[in-house]
């Protein structure tokens, strides 16, 4: 059988703009998901493609997706309770796996408890390939290369430039991450190790568009793949800076939060709060909503005294837009070029700098040419 690429939740938001991509780039994936008559009406409206029906509850329906040198593109989030099926398929058939999530659980767990297995099996598992969290990796790198691979420590931030969000039009795996930054555990890269650490944490402000912006500290795939790129970096804190005035409060938040989430009636019952707030296929932001957002991403580097040493910004477009161009181009990339590795991979390591440049750009990414320095 031919190599295929399959979109799981396809006829989810950005499963759904994630197809049209892919079309729009020549290719004929397959679009799977739970509703047989949502796939067939959108099959038919891109050209006649092939559907499977697969749900998540059901596991062998997954494996029957995918084959060794497939590639699969799973967008169905929350991932930290749906994502598993899909890259546990993906892992064990030796397949290609591209995710959308931005959930620092789940990224956790592809690479610590299923990197190993698809090093055996021959699989590449390249998760959070979108907004979340593709552009802190590249503008992460070549900060490092403008320091000459020696800085110790990079600053990675995420805002919206202008427009917004607002929480009731985020996707759910939007959603995800927001409150995960709340009620989860999460990790930051420290001392050259992955260590625990309470969401927002840390608080930061970054100049953006010539203003003080503040973000909060969250557990990205940036601390994962940053220090395997750059052995000489022993930090590595990403900030999301969507929340503003509101992220002192966050921060405090977090920190009462810590020691009640740490009782396990309390973290179960907040869990279900999220749960109830989180929900699949819940739509997205209208089409008039993403053309007036822009996004922008900084890195920055430091030596051991923290001293800056190099800085990198982007604007691009909208998060959702971005992530089904970013993520339909890897996928084409894969089938036609291949992956440089396998086991659980980041972006870079995926497919080598230059093509995560070019494949970034033509998903809408720009540089910012003047400097944007960072006030601790």
Known sequence: MSKRIVVFGATGYTGELTARELVALGERPVLAGRRREALDELAAELGGLEVAVADVERQASIHALVEAGDVLISTVGPFNRWG????????????????????SGFIAEVFEQHGLLARRTGAALIPSFGYDFVPGNLAGALAM??????????????????????????????????????????????HGRIVKERGARRVRKFDVDGRLRPGVSIGTLEQYTVPRLF??????????????????????????????????????????????????????????????????????????????????????????????????????????????????????????????????????????????????
């Not at 598993?84 to 959930?103: I, K």
Request: some cysteine; hydrophobic content about 40%; charged content about 20%.
């Open 84 to 103: 598993g099926p899909a890259v546990r398929a993906a892992t064990e058939a030796g397949a290609v796996y591209l995710d959308t999530n931005g959930e």
């Open 145 to 190: 290369e403008d320091t000459g691979h020696k800085a110790a420590r990079i600053d990675l931030a995420y805002y919206l430039g202008k427009g917004a969000y607002l929480p009731w039009t985020m996707s759910s795996g939007t959603r995800a991450t927001v409150a995960g930054a709340l009620v989860e555990n999460t990790y930051g890269y420290r």
């Open 231 to 376: 052995p000489t970096v022993q930090e590595v804190t990403t900030y999301l800076g969507w929340f503003g005035s509101l992220s002192r409060f966050l921060q405090c938040a977090s920190a009462v939060n810590a020691p009640l989430l740490a009782v396990p009636p309390m973290r179960r019952a907040a869990r279900a709060a999220v749960r109830r707030w989180v929900k699949g296929s819940i739509g997205g932001p209208s089409t008039s909503t993403l053309d007036a957002t822009e996004s922008r991403f900084v890195a920055e580097a430091y030596d051991d005294r923290g001293r800056r040493l190099a800085q990198r910004q982007f604007r691009g477009p909208d998060g959702y837009r971005f992530t089904a161009r970013l993520i339909a181009r890897a996928a084409q990339v894969a089938m036609s070029s291949g992956v440089h590795d396998t086991g659980a991979l980041g972006p870079i390591e995926a497919f080598g700098i230059d093509a995560i440049r070019t494949m970034c750009g033509e998903s809408g990414l720009v540089p910012v040419e003047s400097p944007v320095w960072a006030v601790s």
